[in-house]
């Protein structure tokens, strides 16, 4: 589908009508025997899906949208150029943006590479993505932690022996997926530190309207209640973030030491 866009760029028609075809199947497509008036599926019957069509490009462009287009990456890399680019968006949109791109772009064109030395190297791909997630990860611990905008109310705090609040555990639906987050208030109201947490590991959320969002959706839907939905759909308690190896501590989703203190 790339291909047909880049090479017909200047052809919207014939795009729209290969990528028609593509679409529907992108197989039994007769190629006319010259240039000639051809029909899209999607316009089926009616007058106004007639485009003008060449033979030679047609060939050309059906040939490459059906050639499958070989992904040389493995599942498990796939995975983690997924998970990296998504770990720098929370941090970088920008960044993660250019980063989605290139990346698709090459998956698009079919160009993945096992050769370290190659452009397309995945390896070096992937190394190139865990750099960038680190220096963001380093620049973020750096940076000073602002206070949220004015947040009506506040997420309950847990201190430790010497009195230092620690981190508790929300699941919490944002713009429709459930996220899971880890958050440690700070010393002072309206001052949060919070993590989002992607598979076992943490990344910190440094964009104040963002973390501001993020806590209004936990205080919207009841901090306890996102606590408890955290240990009920990850098997860890939201309050300490220990393994619930019980069935009835899974259920409620706090162990019971924690839930005698809640
Ligand atoms: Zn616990």
């Not at 796939?78 to 970088?92: F, Q």
């Not at 370290?116 to 963001?136: G, V």
């Not at 009920?232 to 939201?238: D, E, K, S």
Request: with cysteine; net charge neutral; charged share 25%.
């Amino acid at each position: 589908m790339a291909t047909i866009a880049r090479n017909y760029r200047r052809n919207a028609h014939t795009a729209r009508f290969l990528m028609a075809f593509h679409t529907a199947g992108g197989v039994a497509v007769d190629v006319p025997a010259e240039d000639s008036t051809y029909e899209t599926p999607e316009h089926n019957g009616g007058g106004d899906g007639m485009v003008e069509i060449n033979r030679g490009r047609v060939a050309e462009a059906i040939g490459s949208a059906v050639a499958p287009v070989r992904d040389a990456r493995s599942e498990g890399q796939v995975r983690y150029m997924n998970n990296l680019i998504a770990w720098i968006t929370e941090k970088d949109q920008a960044a993660g943006d250019a980063a989605r791109a290139w990346t698709d772009g090459v998956t698009g064109a079919g160009k993945w590479s096992y050769d370290k030395a190659d452009k397309f190297s995945i390896s070096a791909w992937i190394d190139r993505l865990k750099a960038k997630n680190a220096e963001l990860n380093e620049a973020a611990k750096a940076a000073p932690v602002e206070a949220l905008p004015a947040v009506d109310g506040a997420l309950p705090v847990k201190l430790d022996k010497s009195g230092k609040p620690m981190g508790l555990y929300y699941a919490v639906d944002i713009e429709g997926t459930t996220k899971f987050y880890r958050i440690k208030p700070g010393r002072k109201a309206d001052f949060y530190f919070i993590d989002v947490q992607a598979s076992d590991e943490f990344h910190s959320i440094r964009n104040v309207g963002t973390k501001a969002a993020i806590v209004k959706a936990i205080l919207d839907a009841g901090a306890e209640d996102c606590m408890r939905r955290y240990g009920q759909l990850l098997g860890h308690c939201g309050r300490c973030g220990r393994t619930l190896t019980d069935e009835t501590s899974r259920s409620i989703g706090i162990g019971p030491d924690c839930l005698g203190k809640m």
